[in-house]
């Protein structure tokens, strides 16, 4: 079945590191996303692509980082500049652009750094 | 400022009645979108709509363009149905959305 994988499902990591969340697509969608969900707020958006080796920045793009270097990839790294790293990520992805279709998400990475 | 209010923000439910979670946004829209976050953490996306109303088994989505507001209706609820329910209005953008900070339903035996 397609869909989309993240891993890992819970990460955890020291303050002052880089990390990177896996995010893998084979639904063959040209659009990808990565939110960021926190207690009590709505979903904001981090970063997004339209196409592979193109991306743009979203609502809270600071700290963070991402490669579209192939369709089927859209890897996120939390730099050690980002203030408030912990928190639950999502990737998701839609075939075109969210006017005209569905967004298809993953499993949502865990981070928490202490 | 463009913003999304749901409401109840939670909701509890004997099983077997007829839930209705509210959306209020403030931007023109192309579809707005509703969105179920099951406790684990995954979201699946329920429906799209720009216009009238659509139908999936029990849930129900309506949405009236003019006073910018969107309902979604369960009916028949059964506890399985429990999740969170997210909105969102694309804003702009074909690839942005806000989203509302959702509605905690809880639908007991």
């Known amino acids: 079945d397609g869909g989309i994988t993240q891993s890992p499902k819970y990460l955890f990591r020291k303050e002052g590191q880089n990390v990177t969340l896996s995010c893998e697509q084979n639904?063959?969608?040209?659009?990808m996303y990565w939110y960021r969900q926190d207690p009590g707020q709505g979903l904001r958006l981090i970063y997004y692509s339209q196409i592979v080796n193109d991306f743009q920045k979203g609502d809270i793009a600071e700290g963070y980082s991402v490669s579209r270097e192939k369709k089927e990839s859209f890897p996120l790294t939390v730099t050690s500049a980002q203030k408030n790293p912990t928190a639950f990520y999502l990737c998701?992805?839609?075939?075109?652009?969210?006017?005209?279709?569905?967004?298809?998400f993953g499993n949502g990475t865990r981070l928490t750094v202490t | 400022k463009n913003e999304v209010e749901q409401s109840p923000q939670n909701l509890t439910a004997q099983e077997g009645e007829f839930i209705t979670i509210n959306c209020s946004y403030s931007v023109g829209i192309s579809a707005l979108h509703w969105l179920q976050q099951h406790p684990g953490g995954g979201i699946v996306s329920l429906f799209m709509l720009s216009s009238g109303k659509k139908k999936h088994g029990r849930l129900i989505a309506t949405i009236n363009i003019q006073e910018k507001h969107s309902s979604l209706h369960i009916t028949a609820s059964h506890p399985r149905d429990s999740a969170v329910y997210i909105c969102?209005?694309?804003?702009?953008?074909?690839?942005?959305?806000?989203f509302g900070k959702g509605t905690l339903l809880t639908v007991n035996p």
């Open positions: 969102a209005d694309p804003r702009g953008s074909n690839y942005k959305l806000t």
């Open positions: 639904l063959n969608h040209d659009a």
């Open positions: 998701a992805s839609s075939i075109v652009g969210l006017g005209g279709s569905p967004l298809h």
